[in-house]
């Protein structure tokens, strides 16, 4: 071995050596080494489990908050509907309340009318009652006793009156 340029007791020395390493190494190396590898393979393997619960999780409360949403949603179309209705029942009170204060208004507007109709005609009939006493003043000239003329004024008066 030595024309190869080995020297078989460095050699020999240098095998034993390895496995005298190999052996303490294997011994009080490898296990806590193995040890926390295993440990860390635990902690990624919980994490990723946690990460998966937490994700779940998640899902479900995005799922619990769009049904509460669309369940605000549902409910605040509901209250818009019930104002939109309740606006509505307002509108017709309020057009119903002035319908009625118009019908008020033209009742009174004829009413009114009536009243002034009737005061013109007693003033008419006044008028044609002095009308008629001075004719018939005139005509008769103290002929007649006042109790005879408020008579003739009279059946005159009833007489237009019918007409």
């Not at 409360?61 to 049904?67: D, N, P, V, Y």
């Not at 409910?75 to 939109?84: F, I, L």
């Not at 319908?99 to 009536?114: F, Q």
């Not at 006493?133 to 008066?157: C, N, P, S, T």
């Amino acid at each position: 071995m030595e024309a190869l340029g080995l020297n078989g007791a460095f050699l020999l020395a240098q095998i034993v050596n390895f496995f005298i390493l190999f052996f303490l190494l294997k011994k009080f190396v490898f296990p806590p080494i193995i040890h926390m590898l295993d440990d860390r393979k635990k902690r990624i393997a919980e994490g990723l489990a946690a990460a998966d619960v937490a994700r779940r999780e998640a899902e479900e409360e995005r799922k619990r908050l769009m049904a509460q949403i669309e369940a605000e949603r549902a409910e605040a179309q509901k209250r818009v509907a019930a104002a939109s209705a309740q606006a509505e029942k307002v509108r017709e009170e309020i057009l119903a309340q002035a319908r009625r204060e118009a019908e008020e208004i033209k009742t009174r507007a004829i009413e009114e009318a009536e009243a002034e109709k009737q005061r013109i005609l007693a003033e008419a009939h006044k008028q044609i009652a002095e009308l008629a006493m001075l004719a018939a003043e005139r005509v008769v000239r103290e002929g007649l006793d006042e109790k005879v003329q408020h008579q003739i004024i009279e059946d005159f008066l009833s007489q237009v009156s019918l007409n």
